[in-house]
């Protein structure tokens, strides 16, 4: 079973910065797909950002590409998504999701583990 611990969330302004960390324990890390979503209030868990176990694929959703970088330390068992030029309309619960087979999916369904989540606010 592996279990996904997320951290760094906070409250930002319009054009900050944030970097998010996701630690990973149990399993075996590298194999692990590891991928960002985020939720509003009133809104469906939506993809970010995901990166393939030995990080040398990433795929981004169009809304963040060019803003954020998702990146992983297979050495530290930790994925991480630097967030820039942060937007109101990035305000969201931020879950880190992980699945065990290669696919870098869009679709929240197909992650087998989650974390409980962080909070990221961005004032206008």
């Known amino acids: 079973q592996v279990q996904l611990v997320e951290s760094g969330g906070g409250l930002v302004q319009a054009g900050g910065s944030l970097r998010l960390s996701c630690a990973a324990s149990g399993g075996t890390f590298s194999s692990i797909t590891l991928a960002w979503f985020r939720q509003a209030p009133g809104q469906e868990r939506e993809f970010a950002a995901a990166?393939?176990?030995?990080?040398?694929?990433?795929n981004y959703a169009g809304s963040v590409k060019g803003r954020f970088t998702i990146s992983r330390d297979n050495a530290k068992n930790t994925v991480y998504l630097q967030m820039n030029s942060l937007k109101p309309e990035d305000t969201a619960v931020y879950y880190c999701g992980g699945r065990t087979d290669s696919t870098l999916g869009l679709s929240a369904r197909g992650y087998d583990y989650w974390g409980q989540g962080t909070q990221v606010t961005v004032s206008s």
């Open positions: 990166i393939s176990g030995s990080g040398d694929v990433a």
